[in-house]
């Protein structure tokens, strides 16, 4: 109940991709709509990121857009929690306190950046290893089966679940045969690496068949040592650094007393020392895939509450500890939470003037404190995903690459369309000549003049010149809406 509090408060949570993710699913659901199958059409796939895709499709048939898609993202909250707590009670037979105590990093950096298809993989992950370990005791078949059931599974959620998973699964049984050493038998080790191989065939197959596998394996620059020092705490950061900071040092500081007379889960050991290596050296990007090193570093988080169980001394104060440190995160973000309504209001106040079907770019200035996850990434990239769900209207920037989701931009949209962009334009790009390098990063912008009908500003500065041929129609406190004349 503390967790979902602040979902009661605000119809469109400040969470960074969820307005995008909520808008497709909203054209999913929709897909005779007469105005929107003008922009999109469904294409289906053998491609990750499915999860949320199916769900929110069916949900969006029967409830109201924002209530089904609260939801859907408090679903993506709990789904790690609950991973947790299955994968503790098949390590060591029972939902330990340690467990419970993963609630702590349910709101975390990763939910805030609304990565909601990983952050259900990466429960389903740790569900689905708890469950081969409850099921491998009882011998190889039906754990073979119902391994080969979870990677495909998982692989429609995302890939960083399979990888979780195939994780976990082989570290538990690299322990099992060291353990064994003495008397393992060749054909025995074979026989586990065959087994090992069969669970996760299907993944493995699935993935030759996306458009994924065909994907250069590029990266990006590796961030410094001092943001990957702070990355270290993504499964605690909340708006508040100040929070952020005394829940992860709670946490860090009772493993650290308690860690000598704690149980670990089979292969939990490897497992959070392979994560930490990879985790060290991953770049920001890879194979188009973001926040590389913040999902890791999530990962490493979750196992740390999933595959330890400490023995405390003094359980009633941890206990009590842990209830106050839950009430003051839940309370942090919805005080965030319930002050981002005005945003909304705003909001919506300037793209009321938008008729449906109309074509409209989206730019951007400075993010206000309020509305940046410190030392992460601004959260309001995404706010213009409501002119689709609630004016009907095109906006470039809607996830539907057909590589990555179910959904393609029909023709001739697809033409000042970017499906994979992230970002809207700045502001001041509008008010000076396109450059070559301006245009090869966003297409749109050429002849953007042309190509739309309305310019939707979030966050306006509080000077600077107005771009030739603009008009403004409403101007709000996060919002301003320009026509432009042409």
Same mark, same amino acid.
């Given at each position: 109940?503390?967790?979902?509090?602040?979902?009661?408060?605000?119809?469109?949570?400040?969470?960074?991709?969820?307005?995008?993710?909520?808008?497709?699913?909203?054209?999913?659901?929709?897909?005779?709509?007469?105005?929107?199958?003008?922009?999109?059409?469904?294409?289906?796939?053998?491609?990750?990121?499915?999860?949320?895709?199916?769900?929110?499709?069916?949900?969006?048939?029967?409830?109201?857009?924002?209530?089904?898609?609260?939801?859907?993202?408090?679903?993506?909250?709990?789904?790690?929690?609950?991973?947790?707590?299955?994968?503790?009670?098949?390590?060591?037979?029972?939902?330990?306190?340690?467990?419970?105590?993963?609630?702590?990093?349910?709101?975390?950096?990763?939910?805030?950046?609304?990565?909601?298809?990983?952050?259900?993989?990466?429960?389903?992950?740790?569900?689905?290893?708890?469950?081969?370990?409850?099921?491998?005791?009882?011998?190889?078949?039906?754990?073979? #089966?119902?391994? #080969?059931?979870?990677?495909?599974?998982?692989?429609?959620?995302?890939?960083?679940?399979?990888?979780?998973?195939?994780?976990?699964?082989?570290?538990?049984?690299?322990?099992?045969?060291?353990?064994?050493?003495?008397?393992?038998?060749?054909?025995?080790?074979?026989?586990?690496?065959?087994?090992?191989?069969?669970?996760?065939?299907?993944?493995?197959?699935?993935?030759?068949?996306?458009?994924?596998?065909?994907?250069?394996?590029?990266?990006?620059?590796?961030?410094?040592?001092?943001?990957?020092?702070?990355?270290?705490?993504?499964?605690?950061?909340?708006?508040?650094?100040?929070?952020?900071?005394?829940?992860?040092?709670?946490?860090?500081?009772?493993?650290?007393?308690?860690?000598?007379? #704690?149980?670990?889960?089979?292969?939990?050991?490897?497992?959070?020392?392979?994560?930490?290596?990879?985790?060290?050296?991953?770049?920001?990007?890879?194979?188009?895939?973001?926040?590389?090193?913040?999902?890791?570093?999530?990962?490493?988080?979750?196992?740390?509450?999933?595959?330890?169980?400490?023995?405390?001394?003094?359980?009633?104060?941890?206990?009590?500890?842990?209830?106050?440190?839950?009430?003051?995160?839940?309370?942090?973000?919805?005080?965030?939470?319930?002050?981002?309504?005005?945003?909304?209001?705003?909001?919506? #106040?300037?793209?009321?003037?938008?008729?449906?079907?109309?074509?409209?770019?989206?730019?951007?200035?400075?993010?206000?404190?309020?509305?940046?996850?410190?030392?992460?990434?601004?959260?309001?990239?995404?706010?213009?995903?409501?002119?689709?769900?609630?004016?009907?209207?095109?906006?470039?920037?809607?996830?539907?690459?057909?590589?990555?989701?179910?959904?393609?931009?029909?023709?001739?949209?697809?033409?000042?369309?970017?499906?994979?962009?992230?970002?809207?334009?700045?502001?001041?790009?509008?008010?000076?000549?396109?450059?070559?390098?301006?245009?090869?990063?966003?297409?749109?912008?050429?002849?953007?003049?042309?190509?739309?009908?309305?310019?939707?500003?979030?966050?306006?500065?509080?000077?600077?010149?107005?771009?030739?041929?603009?008009?403004?129609?409403?101007?709000?406190?996060?919002?301003?809406?320009?026509?432009?004349?042409?």
């Amino acid at each position: 109940m503390l967790l979902l509090l602040p979902f009661a408060l605000v119809d469109v949570p400040p969470v960074l991709d969820y307005p995008n993710h909520l808008a497709r699913f909203f054209v999913l659901a929709h897909p005779d709509d007469p105005i929107l199958s003008r922009f999109y059409a469904p294409h289906w796939g053998v491609v990750p990121n499915l999860g949320f895709d199916v769900i929110g499709m069916l949900l969006l048939k029967f409830l109201p857009v924002h209530i089904g898609g609260r939801l859907l993202l408090g679903l993506s909250l709990l789904a790690p929690v609950m991973g947790v707590l299955a994968y503790s009670r098949a390590a060591f037979g029972r939902i330990t306190g340690w467990a419970l105590a993963s609630s702590l990093a349910a709101f975390n950096g990763v939910f805030f950046l609304g990565f909601m298809n990983f952050l259900l993989a990466l429960g389903l992950a740790l569900a689905a290893a708890g469950l081969w370990l409850h099921l491998r005791r009882r011998g190889w078949a039906k754990a073979v #089966a119902a391994g #080969a059931l979870s990677s495909a599974l998982l692989f429609f959620c995302h890939i960083f679940g399979v990888l979780l998973f195939a994780l976990l699964v082989s570290c538990a049984e690299l322990e099992r045969l060291w353990q064994e050493r003495k008397t393992l038998t060749v054909s025995e080790f074979l026989r586990a690496a065959a087994m090992l191989a069969l669970a996760l065939a299907p993944a493995m197959i699935l993935y030759a068949l996306s458009p994924l596998s065909g994907t250069m394996a590029g990266a990006d620059e590796w961030a410094e040592f001092s943001h990957k020092a702070w990355e270290v705490f993504t499964p605690f950061m909340t708006p508040v650094k100040a929070v952020t900071l005394l829940t992860g040092l709670c946490v860090f500081g009772f493993l650290i007393m308690h860690l000598r007379a #704690a149980r670990f889960a089979p292969g939990a050991r490897l497992a959070l020392l392979l994560l930490a290596l990879v985790f060290a050296f991953a770049p920001d990007t890879l194979k188009g895939g973001t926040f590389l090193d913040v999902r890791l570093s999530l990962m490493f988080g979750m196992l740390l509450f999933a595959g330890i169980a400490p023995a405390p001394q003094g359980g009633r104060f941890w206990g009590w500890l842990l209830i106050a440190l839950l009430v003051l995160r839940s309370g942090v973000v919805a005080l965030a939470w319930y002050d981002h309504r005005q945003d909304l209001a705003d909001l919506r #106040a300037a793209i009321a003037f938008v008729p449906p079907g109309a074509k409209v770019m989206a730019a951007e200035g400075e993010a206000p404190e309020r509305l940046v996850m410190p030392g992460l990434y601004r959260l309001d990239s995404h706010f213009a995903a409501l002119l689709l769900i609630e004016r009907h209207a095109f906006w470039p920037l809607l996830f539907a690459d057909p590589a990555q989701q179910p959904l393609m931009v029909l023709p001739p949209y697809d033409d000042i369309a970017e499906p994979s962009l992230s970002e809207p334009v700045e502001w001041i790009l509008l008010a000076q000549p396109i450059t070559p390098e301006a245009a090869a990063l966003t297409d749109y912008l050429q002849n953007w003049r042309r190509n739309f009908d309305f310019v939707l500003l979030v966050e306006p500065p509080a000077f600077g010149p107005v771009p030739a041929g603009l008009t403004l129609v409403h101007a709000g406190g996060i919002a301003a809406l320009y026509r432009i004349t042409r």
